[in-house]
């Protein structure tokens, strides 16, 4: 989930307009495989067509997501779709919430939401790992079957980074994800997953600066009910959205050549939206429009960096850097090592 420093985050979890791709959907249904016709009418009931399920190319509305959520919910009894041999019983998303809201900072309330959800699960724990000046949240998964084994870990992070960014009052800004499982059809978004994203990797983990864990919290037990209003469903969907705002802008940004980025008030107008509607839409998602230039350029200089015939020189020209060496302090801010070792690894791997 994405959430704005100005507290819009106890805003209405998903809005219209919003959606979410198919395979999440067709994922969640995965338990009621057996009960084809009972699926069925749970579709039906929260205004999802099954047909939809088919065709992988296919998004459906967040809303009618988020009542199917609730609707397997309480059909599974669980919060997780059953997808974990522990599983998550009804309450024990709010009981999680509830044990981290008086952290102080977001060390200890990851550390606290970690081990909560390891009470709970038995087939997916996950652990906070520090490592210099980065931090990972490294997975450990025994789930078998593969049809729901990725788009468990994926909701599992989704839930715990959901928390993490509602807590601080801002979006977790992710570096490098790797995922134990091959890439899936959807691929993965670096606006969710930073722009470094590698797939069949030893173990599923996300990595990102370590000095956002001294983040304080900023939330209460008074905003925690109105949080959990829409909970765990609204934090899953809401953060799975990549039909909003700020994902149109990046897409924009990112396909106009060499940095040629029109001004805010321009972009809005772009976008048919007054400067003040576009900024607080941005907000609500968990952006800035600085921000997302900033997370295009981070995008741009991996993308480089996979094309050889491009001196690292040429790389930091090209994402707007004036000196070489303003390119490598930042790039080891965003990795923990050199464009250089990082070029040399990507290369490594691909041999």
Known sequence: MKTSSTGRSDERAVRKGDSVAVYFVKAAVHRLAHAPQRAEALLREAGIESARLDDPSQRVPAEA???????????LGDEFFAFDSGGMPRGAFAIICRSVVHEPDLR????????????????IHAHLELRGNRAAIVLQNRIADKAIRSVAE?????????????LVGRRINLDHTQFGHPQPPHGADPLL??????FDAPRTEVEFSAAQLSLPTVRNFASLKQ????????????FRNRAGLAAGVYRRLKASPELDWPSQTQMALDVAMSESAFRRQLEREGFS????KHEVRKALAFDYLNDSSLSISEIAIRCGFQEPSAFHRAFRQWTGMSPGRYRAARTASRD
């Not at 997501?65 to 059909?75: D, F, P, S």
């Not at 997953?193 to 590698?198: D, F, L, S, V």
């Not at 949080?227 to 809401?238: D, Y």
């Open 65 to 75: 997501v988020a009542r199917l959520w609730l609707l397997l919910t309480e059909e």
């Open 108 to 123: 200890r309330a990851l550390r606290q939401c970690l081990s909560g959800f390891n009470l709970f699960l038995r087939d």
């Open 154 to 166: 994926e909701i599992y992070l989704s839930m715990v980074i959901g928390v993490a960014c509602w």
């Open 193 to 198: 997953w930073g722009p470094w994203i590698e």
């Open 227 to 238: 949080f959990l209003r829409h909970a765990p469903e609204g934090v899953v969907v809401r």
């Open 289 to 292: 429009y600085q921000a997302l």
